[in-house]
């Protein structure tokens, strides 16, 4: 019955590292987003997984960044050759969309709690 | 593109005081219109979801409001506490299901 986990909580690493960060969604949901929120700014889409369905990736900021969804569930989202620009925090959601009449739905998204990232 | 724009930016007022916090967006075809609560150093807890075809939803003492036409949203917290002091986000769902942000109220309830 657990939320969003997201994991580590909080990464610190040198320019030029490859970092990984991993988020756990809540069991069953089929959508799973991941946005990035730097300082002073909102919450930027990255991209987000449904289902079997190849994932939107119209929001990673540059071919650095790349993420993969195992069997529908965990996913990780891969930053190879860090910059400072990169530092943010991290947020994973999972959704169960809720399909209903003439084109509506629901889709609640649920939070974890971010991965703060720190590229010195 | 869609632009999603919150005023103000910060808020401080006395407990007790009934606000209204502000969310505008460009484009008007959206499916629904989420208000998010965000603490320091955690995730977002969704507050409201308020569907295209709605004109408000209400929790508790929060009320949130839709005008689609207008491009625009209110949040309404009566009898505002400590407790609810955080950051207020709105964000819309285009349809494409990942959701685009303002970048936030961040409301001071002082005691």
């Known amino acids: 019955g657990a939320g969003v986990s997201q994991s580590p909580s909080n990464k610190v690493t040198e320019k030029g590292k490859d970092v990984e960060l991993r988020c756990d969604p809540i069991?069953?949901?089929?959508?799973l987003y991941w946005y990035r929120q730097s300082l002073g700014q909102g919450l930027e889409f990255l991209i987000y997984?449904?289902?079997?369905?190849?994932?939107?990736k119209s929001g990673l900021p540059s071919d650095r960044f790349s993420a993969e969804r195992t069997g529908g569930s965990v996913s990780t989202l891969t930053i190879q050759r860090t910059q400072q620009e990169d530092s943010a925090v991290y947020l994973c959601?999972?959704?169960?969309?809720?399909?209903?009449?003439?084109?509506?739905?629901?889709?609640?998204?649920?939070f974890g709690a971010g991965t703060r990232l720190s590229v010195l | 593109k869609q632009e999603v724009t919150q005023i103000p930016a910060a808020l401080s007022v006395p407990e007790g005081e009934n606000l209204v916090l502000n969310c505008s967006f460009t484009?008007?075809?959206?499916?629904?219109l989420q208000w998010f609560r965000q603490d320091p150093g955690k995730g977002l807890t969704s507050l409201l979801l308020?569907?295209?075809?709605?004109r408000e939803q209400t929790s508790g003492r929060l009320n949130a409001s839709l005008d689609k036409s207008s491009g625009r949203s209110t949040l309404y917290i009566a009898a505002s506490q400590p407790g609810d002091s955080a950051t207020y986000l709105c964000?819309?769902?285009?349809?494409?299901?990942?959701?685009?942000f303002g970048s936030g109220t961040r409301l001071q309830v002082q005691p």
């Open positions: 484009d008007s075809a959206i499916y629904n």
């Open positions: 308020i569907q295209s075809s709605q």
């Open positions: 997984f449904q289902g079997n369905s190849a994932p939107d």
């Open positions: 069991s069953g949901h089929t959508a």
């Open positions: 964000a819309v769902d285009t349809g494409r299901r990942a959701l685009t």
């Open positions: 959601a999972s959704s169960l969309v809720i399909e209903g009449l003439a084109g509506a739905f629901k889709n609640i998204q649920y």
